[in-house]
């Protein structure tokens, strides 16, 4: 089977000043999940290795460089899921992983359980090795910069925008036909504390079936919660749209080249919009490892393969 990836970097209103780094930062992580997939390598360490670049990069709003909350700390959220069992490690709330992708697997591969969170979660890292750094570790600069605003301005709208949201995911299809999808987050800027948005919950941030797809998410999380939008896409994967008479066609304009995928994903947004009045974006793979993405914000982060070919998209 041929293999496949796509990642994005977030869907929000990014300024022309932060365009190249979002988009280098999406071609480096597509780059070190490549490399895994062209050496016959598993779709589980090509996601983990495209998420750990983009949650190592501060241009993105996951693991180091995360959105602060109102208290001034970073929490972050992560999930990994198997198309081919149904099954997800995912956690929440951490303060103290660097990067919660490695987590989120140890959840999967490791523990009884599908979700963990904050103590408990950060207790099972430390019992399986994981290293747990100091809070403020997590913390850039400009986040310190943009939360010190936020706080002396009691939260103004002006100093959260152009700074909303730039969860990170990545969806692979490795050549022995195992399909994964991962996304991570530091949720919303000045968030209450101990607030988790979609990325995390299976079906909403991401969701992964092998006989369909796989899905990432990014956008406002109370939204995305509302349509389950991950499983919401992938069940436009399994029943083709336009198949389904009961739906309205979608809001957003037609890709240029309509397949399966796009409209799956161009759909699902649709949804979202119509549903939620929200913006947000999403990427897939369908089963065969056709890449997908839409998104009704400005612009969305994104990069895949296609021939062999590097595609990076803002
Ligand atoms: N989509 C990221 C969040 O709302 O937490």
Redesign the pocket.
């Known amino acids: 089977m041929k293999p496949s990836l796509i990642v994005h970097g977030g869907a929000w209103d990014i300024p022309d000043e932060a365009v190249d780094a979002c988009k280098a930062g999406c071609e480096r992580a597509l780059a070190a999940g490549w490399s895994i997939l062209t050496q016959s390598g598993s779709a589980l360490d090509a996601v983990q290795a495209a998420v750990i670049v983009l949650e190592d990069d501060p241009a993105f709003?996951a693991g180091f460089g995360s959105h602060l909350t109102l208290d001034g700390h970073v929490e972050c959220?992560a999930i990994v899921m198997d198309g081919t069992t149904l099954r997800a490690g995912s956690v929440a709330a951490l303060r103290r992983i660097r990067n919660p992708i490695r987590l989120a697997r140890h959840v999967l591969e490791n523990c009884p359980h599908m979700m963990l969170v904050a103590d408990g979660a950060e207790r099972f890292a430390a019992d399986q090795g994981l290293e747990l750094c100091p809070p403020d570790n997590l913390i850039a600069d400009a986040e310190r910069d943009a939360w010190l605003k936020c706080r002396n301005s009691k939260h103004a709208a002006a100093h959260h925008r152009g700074h909303e949201?730039g969860?990170v995911g990545a969806v692979a299809l490795d050549s022995h036909g195992r399909l994964f999808a991962a996304t991570s987050?530091?949720?919303?800027c000045c968030?209450l504390p101990g607030?988790?948005?979609?990325?995390p919950l299976i079906g909403c941030?991401c969701y992964a079936d092998a006989e369909v797809g796989g899905v990432s998410?990014?956008?406002?999380?109370?939204a995305?919660m509302k349509v389950v939008l991950a499983k919401t896409t992938a069940d436009f994967l399994r029943r083709p749209v336009g198949t389904d008479p009961n739906l309205s066609p979608s809001i957003l304009p037609k890709p240029a080249t309509p397949d399966v995928a796009s409209l799956a994903a161009r759909e699902a947004v649709s949804v979202l919009a119509k549903r939620t009045h929200a913006t947000?974006g999403l990427i897939l793979l369908d089963r065969k490892g056709n890449p997908g993405f839409a998104f009704n914000t400005p612009r969305m982060a994104y990069a895949y393969v296609a021939d062999g070919k590097f595609i990076v998209g803002i």
């Open positions: 709003d959220d949201q969860t987050t530091g949720g919303t968030k607030r988790v948005g979609d990325s941030g998410c990014t956008g406002y999380g109370e995305i947000g």
